[in-house]
Each structure stands twice: as structure tokens, then as C-alpha cells.
């Protein structure tokens, strides 16, 4: 059975709670948006297309509780993660139908059937860039779970996986909260698709010693140059590759592309607790009292990226400018 990281069940958004994966799957159905806000924040749902969906479902829910106006539900849920421009986008979507008086329940499903069918053209469009053997490496989780359905950086070797393509997975754990380890390693499992996880601090060996052929990673927001934010780590991946000839990757629906940022200085990067960092697995690492930093994302700069799989094809980031002007951008 694929994956889907959420879903509607009538007025109330149903959701997988990824905090408990890979050792429990457990659905929670919400009928507040002051809990699908909540929701969002402490990462029950988390990876940039599916927090804008489910902000999106959000709103509509707002629509049917007596307490917000348009502008109180938006700001609720646009107060949860700072960095993933795909929030606001889902918000802005079904913002508008609202304000409008149109329903706010179908705005929200042609929201999500829009990110669905876009991580499936992702699929098809990175599928060739993945040759019949071929290894490949991968930071956080951007699959199914991150993105409703399919995923982004996982959807191309979803669909080479499917047409016989022989390929193996590096997972990074992703530190501190293991999205790889946990949400990562669990799809490839259930899709057969091989792979080992690796200490994040492995990816370069494993790129040096020839072991990586290319290395796909999905975003949080692109900048109109290409510059681009995704979990805190990417960047040293991305100058690793780079160093070892090895081409890395940017896969991310339209949703994710942000013309209002020029580049990625501009782009804002969440600082989570720092007791995620002082942790591991829930249990205290660090000695009492021991300060951490812990932004959750970093910026890597587009000299670094070989190409964008986009919706409609791959796109070098010299070419993004005009693909930008092309489409309006978000
Ligand atoms: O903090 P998270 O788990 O929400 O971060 C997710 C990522 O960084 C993903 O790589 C990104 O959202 C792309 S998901 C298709």
C-alpha cells in the first residue's frame, strides 16, 4: 500500500503522527485548527508540501469554527514554521477562496490534488536521471510522508525502482530528529527499495571512497536564483558532491519555488529547542544545564546544484531565472 501522510475525513483532517514512526503508526483526526496549527508545529506533520496541505485543510477548518476571521485563521497557522514557503502557499489558497465565500473544504482538496500530481510528474520527469544501477544518497525525509503523496526527492527513484532500475539508497539518520532513519528508511522498506542508513557524518566518506553516484535531496523554499533551503546538513552534502564530481540534485513542486525571495540570504531559517539537540531518542545526552544551537535548515547556494527536478523537467539553475518569469512564481 503507498503511503499517504494525510487525508480528509469529511470537516477534519486525518494525519499519520510521524513523531511515533517507524515504531507505531498512528492516525489522529483533527476538527480544530488550533490543533492542525499545533499539529504543524511539533512536527506531527513536517516536510515542506505536506505542512502546506495540511495548513491548507487547516483554513478550511478555521472557516467552520465560529472563533477566527480569515485573517486570524491565516495568521494561526502562518505562526507555525517559518522556513517552507509551501505553508503560505496553502494558506494563500484557500485564504483567497474564503474571502471570496466560496467553499472552503474543496479549496483546500484542489490544493492538495495539485501538490499530489505534481510529486507525481517530480517522479517522472528525475525517474531518467537514475541509471539502471545506480547509487544514490539522501538527506532528511522527502517522500510520501513529507509531501501527502509520492514525495520529491523520493518519487523519481520511486519510479525507476518501478521500471527495473537496480538501485541503492544511502540514508542520512538526519540529526536530531532522524527523519532519515525513521521516516526515510521505513518508505524504501515498504517500497523494497535497498538501502542502508548512515551517521550523517558518513556522507562524505562514502562519496570519497566512490560509493555515490548522485545525491537528491528535496527543499523547504528556493530562491529566484536557485539558492535553496532544506534540512539543517545539505549544504556540506551538497559541498562534498561537488568536491567528488558526484551531481546533486534539487527535486520540489511549484509550491516550493519562492519569486518573492531574490536570493538565499533572504530566506528565513527556523531555530528550533535545544533540547532536541541535547537529546537522542528522548533520553538526555549532554550534561545538565549544556547550551545547543539547532537551526533545523541551512542554505546551500545554486553553484552547488546540478539541476532542479521540477514538475515539468529538470532545470539547471542557470535556466531558473527564466523558468521564474515564465511561470509568475508564488
Ligand atoms: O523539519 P522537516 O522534517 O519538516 O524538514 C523537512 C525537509 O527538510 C525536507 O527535505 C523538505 O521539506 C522537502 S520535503 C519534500
Redesign the pocket.
Known amino acids: 500500500m503507498p503511503v499517504r501522510a494525510l487525508w480528509r475525513e469529511g470537516e477534519r483532517l486525518a494525519l499519520i503522527d510521524q513523531r511515533l514512526l517507524p515504531g507505531r503508526l498512528k492516525v489522529l483526526r483533527l476538527s480544530r485548527a488550533a490543533d492542525v496549527a499545533m499539529a504543524i508545529r511539533n ?1 506531527t506533520v ?4 505536506a ?1 502546506g496541505v495540511a495548513a491548507a485543510y487547516g483554513m478550511a477548518i478555521a472557516s467552520k469554527e465560529k472563533r477566527y476571521t480569515v485573517a486570524r485563521a491565516a495568521r494561526l497557522l502562518g505562526s507555525t514554521r517559518p522556513t ?1 514557503v509551501d505553508l503560505f502557499v496553502g494558506i494563500e489558497r484557500v485564504r483567497k477562496a474564503w474571502a471570496q465565500g466560496e467553499d472552503t473544504f474543496p479549496a483546500a482538496d484542489r490544493y492538495r490534488d495539485e501538490i499530489v500530481g505534481e510529486c507525481r510528474q517530480i517522479g517522472e520527469a528525475g525517474a531518467k536521471l537514475f541509471k539502471s544501477h545506480s547509487k544514490v544518497l539522501t538527506h ?3 517522500g510520501a510522508l ?2 501527502v503523496e509520492w ?3 523520493l518519487a523519481p527513484l520511486r519510479v525507476a525502482h518501478d521500471r527495473g532500475a537496480e538501485l541503492f539508497v544511502w540514508v542520512d539518520e538526519t540529526r536530531p ?1 532522524l ?1 532519515g532513519a525513521r521516516l526515510t528508511a521505513w518508505e524504501l522498506g515498504r517500497e523494497r527499495i535497498p538501502y542502508a542508513v548512515i551517521v550523517d557524518n558518513a556522507a562524505g566518506h562514502f562519496m570519497a571512497t566512490g560509493e555515490v553516484d548522485s545525491v537528491i ?4 523554499r528556493i530562491a529566484r536564483n536557485g539558492d535553496f533551503a ?2 539543517i546538513g545539505t549544504y556540506e552534502k551538497a559541498v562534498v558532491a561537488k568536491e567528488n564530481g558526484i551531481p546533486f540534485y534539487v527535486a520540489a513542486p511549484w509550491s516550493t519555488f519562492d519569486s518573492r525571495r531574490p536570493n538565499g540570504e533572504a530566506i528565513p531559517v527556523e531555530e528550533r529547542r535545544p533540547e532536541e539537540v541535547l537529546s537522542y531518542a528522548a533520553k538526555v545526552t549532554a550534561p545538565k544545564n549544556g547550551r545547543a544551537r539547532n537551526p ?2 541551512d542554505v546551500t547556494p545554486n553553484r552547488f546544484v546540478t539541476g532542479f527536478v521540477t514538475p515539468d523537467g529538470v532545470v539547471t539553475p542557470r535556466r531558473l531565472a527564466k523558468t521564474f518569469s515564465a511561470r509568475g512564481g508564488n
Open positions: 512536527m513536517r516536510g515542506a508540501p505542512i517552507a532528511c525525509n522527502a513529507a509531501t514525495g520529491t526527492a530528529l527523519q535531496v528535496g527543499a523547504d532544506n534540512k533545523a535548515f
